[in-house]
């Protein structure tokens, strides 16, 4: 039987909603908008398109959207004073870094001059460690909107064998901790895994998070498991052989229109939650 679809822009749209609400209700109290800062170094194409996307999103939820571009030559030392001078800035309660970052930069260290009080994409050491300890805190967006994904979708994670292939710092590796902090079975995956095939087959969660077109084949799909593609190529093309996959998989995102919608429904609902709590602590 053909999976059923987890609708990222469906849920998304609802979320969304209910931030535009909440930050009506944030202005009639506190007689200001949540205001997020972007950052954005240098010309990558996809990344202008990124950042114009959340923009606008931002606007139309009614939360103040400040950009920052800043040219490609950018140092390390230049970024971090900036994103430090933002972390100071008592107008500002969501920062983020629009990644990857032109390669002299030491990327980690950009991350960390993010206050983790404003670090509404839940990029810095110290939001991992909230994610990874099953704390409360902001959670990095993509995983924070599979997670909310799998949960819409009442998939039952306790136990569950989990496989997450992909193991970045602001994907694969977080995704993993949200999902052992809620019980499941995790293993992760990795370009020097060997026999990914068979380790992918034996899971009921399959997280995909690699940036390879398709590297996930429909077959290796454990007939009735849940099958979740964070992944986006050219062509909008996922990571998961998305046709094949469906004949086998129990609930499956489609590409676009899964996991994507969900990072920015994330980050904007956490710059929500960044400007309440700075206003009442
Ligand atoms: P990344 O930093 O390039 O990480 C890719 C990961 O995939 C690495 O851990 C790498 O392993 C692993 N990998 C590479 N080749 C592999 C192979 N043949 N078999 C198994 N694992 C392999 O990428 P990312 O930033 O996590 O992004 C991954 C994908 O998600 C991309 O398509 C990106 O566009 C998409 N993405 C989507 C959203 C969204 O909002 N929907 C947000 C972020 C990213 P090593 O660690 O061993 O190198």
């Not at 920052?68 to 430090?84: C, G, M, R, Y």
């Not at 994610?131 to 998939?155: C, H, Q």
């Not at 496989?163 to 995704?175: A, C, D, E, K, Y």
């Not at 454990?222 to 086998?248: L, T, W």
Request: hydrophobic share 45%; charged share 25%.
């Amino acid at each position: 039987m053909e999976a059923q679809l987890m609708d990222g822009v469906a849920l998304a749209a609802d979320t969304l909603a209910r931030v535009t609400d909440g930050v009506a209700d944030f202005v009639a109290e506190t007689g200001r908008r949540p205001c997020l800062v972007t950052v954005l170094v240098g010309d990558d194409p996809s990344s202008h398109v990124y950042v114009r996307m959340k923009v606008n999103r931002s606007r139309r939820v009614g939360i103040e959207s400040r950009r920052i571009d800043l040219s490609q030559a950018t140092t390390t030392q230049e970024l971090v004073a900036v994103l430090d001078a933002l972390s100071d800035d008592s107008s500002v309660d969501g920062i983020l870094l629009q990644h990857p970052v032109p390669s002299q930069i030491d990327e980690r260290a950009a991350f960390e001059a993010i206050d983790p009080g404003k670090d509404v994409d839940g990029v810095t050491r110290t939001s991992f460690a909230r994610m990874a300890f099953g704390e409360k805190g902001f959670r990095s967006a993509t995983p924070g909107g599979i997670m909310r994904l799998l949960d819409a979708y009442d998939v039952d994670l306790v136990g569950a064998r989990a496989v997450v292939v992909g193991r970045s710092p602001i994907l694969g590796r977080p995704v993993g901790m949200l999902l052992l902090a809620r019980d499941a079975t995790v293993t992760f995956c990795h370009s020097r895994t060997q026999e990914l095939a068979e380790v992918v087959s034996q899971a009921d969660v399959v997280i995909a998070a690699v940036g390879r077109p398709e590297l996930i084949r429909g077959d290796w799909i454990k007939p009735g498991a849940v099958v979740v593609d964070a992944g986006y190529n050219e062509g909008n093309v996922g990571d998961v052989e998305f046709a094949a996959a469906r004949e086998r998989a129990r609930l499956i995102t489609p590409v676009p229109g899964g996991v994507g919608p969900m990072t920015i429904a994330v980050l904007l609902d956490q710059t929500l939650a960044a400007a309440t709590s700075r206003m009442s602590g």
